[in-house]
């Protein structure tokens, strides 16, 4: 079955590391996204990438960063500059041929620093 | 730009009970409207979605009709269950393929009691 796999489910990162969360799909989508959610919060956009070697940065990418080398792949690496990691990550995919389209996703990792 | 508003929660009903979540949006043009619901610790998964105007969007007994004039797509269920309880939220796709970003509003929380 066709889908967005996210790895690990539980993350737990001590102050001042890093840690790559991934996200991997076999839906063939060339549009790939970062969310992060907050308790009680909505979604909010950290980075997209809408074809491979290609991202941008949405609305809280300080302290983040992705690679898109593959077109199935789309990891985002939490660096230390992250003063607030703790929070539960979101993968998401669409079909940019497809006109109103709905985004797949992800079951979310949930970070937690220690 | 685009935005979403959907009635802030959290909505507690009793088993059988009829459901409205209000959802309201900003855009240009004619989006895409989508209703997703997240179960605890899960990903997102769509629920139910309309393309045009007028369109109703319709699965598992929940329901929300694309009103151009208003600006609306409330979510509607005859009557609810203990295993409704999730978050929802409202999200728009503006229009026209390769147009890719969703925007959501910041969810529902609902939970029902028997």
Known sequence: DGGITQSPKYLFRKEGQ??????EQNLNHDAMYWYRQDPGQGLRLIYYSQI??????GD???????????????????????????????????????????????????LTVV | GNSVTQMEGPVTLSEEAFLTINCTYTATGYPSL????????EGLQLLLKATKADDKG???????????ETTSFHLEKGSVQVS?????????????????QLTFGKGTKLSVIP
């Open chain 2, 58 to 68: 319709s699965n598992k007994g929940f329901e929300a009709t694309y009103r151009k």
């Open chain 2, 34 to 41: 989508f209703w997703y619901v997240q179960y605890p610790g």
């Open chain 1, 60 to 110: 809280i990418a300080e302290g983040y960063s992705v690679s898109r080398e593959k077109k199935e792949s789309f990891p985002l690496t939490v660096t230390s500059a992250q003063k607030n990691p703790t929070a539960f990550y979101l993968c998401a995919s669409t079909d940019r041929q497809r006109a109103n389209t709905e985004a797949f996703f992800g079951q979310g990792t949930r």
């Open chain 1, 18 to 23: 890093n840690v790559t969360l991934s996200c």
């Open chain 1, 52 to 57: 491979v070697n290609d991202f941008q940065k």
């Open chain 2, 84 to 100: 409704d309880s999730a978050v929802y939220f409202c999200a728009l796709s503006p229009s026209g393929a390769g147009s890719y």
